[in-house]
């Protein structure tokens, strides 16, 4: 990706990945955990347990060496740049657009507070649409209220 720094152990997972034809669908029916949440483990955004870790390595056919480094706490985030991938700029761009309105709303359904990034799911799926198909992406956080003291 052009403008983002791509860890040694993520190019190593994804040409494994690659390598074995395996999408991250299948690694979700092969790990049952949700396939967003496996690529955020490959990128280096999340930390598995130890047996997560193994079981993704064995699908990839990769050696249990790098089962520390997949089970440590990831540093977050992209950095702080604007990110350059057209896909991962659209996300920059539709926050900077919709961001503020976002905001506004939540904080009118919910009160003054923030959607957890933590107790937190991503779901990406495609709807077929004869204009052209869409990305449906729905974020589910837990609603955490600021606290008054």
Known sequence: ?????????????LEAKKAKG??????EQLLGRDEVWIAAVIYRQASASVDEAEKLLHCLGLSDDLVPELTAPSVKGLGPVVPTDPLIYRFYEIMQVYGMPMKEVIHE????????????TLDIEKEAD??????????NGKFLPYKKW
């Open 1 to 13: 990706m052009a403008g983002t720094e791509i860890s040694a152990i993520t190019t190593k997972l």
């Open 22 to 27: 395996i999408t991250f669908a299948d690694l």
């Open 109 to 120: 359904k919910f009160g003054d507070g923030i959607m957890s990034a933590i107790d937190f």
């Open 130 to 139: 004869p204009k052209g198909d869409r990305v449906k992406v729905t974020m």
